[in-house]
Every structure is written in C-alpha cells, then in structure tokens.
C-alpha cells in the first residue's frame, strides 16, 4: 500500500474512532440525564453504578464464577453449537447447491425448518435431551444451522456456469468440477454465513442460558431478573454485546486473511 493509501486510511480509522466514542458518550449523557431528571431514574439505575458494578465482575463472582468466568461458560457452549452447525451447513448448502437430485430431497424440508425460530425448540429439546448441555447445544447449532446452510448454497449456485463449462471441456469430471472451480469459488460466500452464524450463535445462547443453568452471560441477566436486580441484568446485556463486538471483529480480520480477494463482511 502507497504511503498516501496509508494516510488516508490512517485518517479514516481516526474519524471512525472519534464518532464511536462520541456516539457511547452521547448515550452515557442520555442515560444519566434520564435517571437525573425524569421518572426514569427509580427504575434504571445510572451509568456510574452499572459500569461500577460491571468492572467490579471482573474479581467479585456473580453466583459460582467472576464475569468472565461466565462469559467463558458461554463461549465454550457457543463453540460446540457453532461447530456443529457449521460442519453440517456447508455440507448440506452445498449439496443442495451442487446436486438436484439433493435439493429435490433436502431443500422441502429445509423450507420448512426454516421459518421456525430456535426458541421454538426449546419445550421438544428438553423433551428430547433433558435440561443438561446437550439441550443448550442444540438451541444454538438449531439457531445457526440456517444461516450457514443458506449461504453455502447460495455459493454453490452463484459459481459462474462458465467456469464450470470451460472444466468440463478439459475433460475434469464432476467430482473434479466440484472440488476445483465450485468449492473454492463458493468460499467467500460460506465465509459470510459462517460470520452470520457466528453472531446468530452468540445471540442464541441466551436462549440456550433459559434452560436451567447456574452459569453463563445468558444466566447473569436471568438471575437479575428473578432477584429483580437491574443492575446485574444490564451488566450482562453489555457483557452480551461487547463480546458479540469482539466475535464480529475476529471473524471480520480472519476473513480479510483468508477471503482478502472478496471481503464480504460488514
């Protein structure tokens, strides 16, 4: 990159910078003003109590585990959910993508699974696998399976019918179109779901925290709901939204790695 690319970048990422701050010091502003000056302020504590309080999770345990104690529980039941998800997404996008006769057989089904939301399947999960982890995976890997399976096939069907024509005169076969022209054109486009789905898991395992745990980000707000603690329930809510931030950073910087040719998240 030319050294005035390097400045105006440099330039840009400042100002990035300098309006996110100004808007969370806005909403910092807002909030203590509506505590301060409105009715509000008996039923939502104020921002120096909440960040007093989200700071101080950090050394004093919330339940069994400090703050990120719980945030690790989360993550742990976020990676298995999404794993699983994930592997089996891909492969049923792209089946579907690829072969008619799959799409013929899966793609009914999946239209009909997948208007149904993950907190749907909570009251069949437990049914199912009880009230332990296995009931928690599921509700994620349900609320992420879409996402990923959607957009591998998207990939699979978008692959230019040219490339695929061009192979097949140089005489590949079908199972050397799929894995040389259609698979890797298609990367890009499973990369996006898989970014999706990462958030969707994430966002879903509060979902998950509902059924009968004694830890997790999800449980931090639970607990402050049924000890009617307002405090704890918004410090879990920023908890939730400053490692969904992270998680959407992580995957975005991977993904300039790996799909630098075609960065497709936002």
Request: hydrophobic share 50%; charged share 10%.
């Amino acid at each position: 990159m030319k050294a005035a690319q390097w400045r105006e970048k440099l330039r840009s990422d400042r100002q990035n910078i300098f309006w996110a701050l100004a808007a969370f010091c806005s909403i910092l502003i807002l909030w203590q003003a509506t505590v301060t000056f409105t009715l509000g302020g008996a039923a939502l504590p104020g921002p120096s109590k909440v960040l007093n309080e989200f700071f101080k999770s950090f050394y004093t345990p919330i339940g069994q585990y400090t703050l990120l104690g719980h945030i690790g529980w989360s993550l742990y039941r976020v990676l298995v959910g999404f794993t699983a998800a994930s592997l089996l997404g891909v492969v049923v996008g792209l089946a579907m993508g690829w072969s008619k006769l799959a799409k013929a057989i899966i793609g009914p089904v999946f239209e009909w699974l997948r208007p149904i939301p993950a907190l749907a399947w909570i009251p069949l999960a437990i049914l199912w696998f009880g009230i332990g982890e296995t009931t928690k995976y599921f509700i994620i890997f349900v609320g992420t399976f879409t996402n990923v399976t959607l957009n591998a096939y998207a990939g699979a069907r978008q692959v230019d019918p040219v490339l695929i024509g061009a192979s097949r005169m140089l005489g590949a076969k079908k199972n050397q179109v799929f894995t040389r022209v259609v698979l890797p054109s298609s990367v890009p486009q499973i990369f996006a779901g898989l970014q999706l789905g990462f958030s969707t898991s994430w966002m879903s395992v509060l979902a998950a925290e509902m059924v009968r745990s004694s830890e997790g980000a999800g449980w931090i707000i639970i607990m402050g709901q049924n000890t009617g603690n307002t405090t704890q329930i918004i410090v879990g809510i920023i908890a939730i939204g400053l490692v969904g931030l992270c998680l959407a950073t992580l995957m975005r910087g991977v993904e300039r790695g790996l799909c630098s040719w075609n960065i497709r998240g936002t």
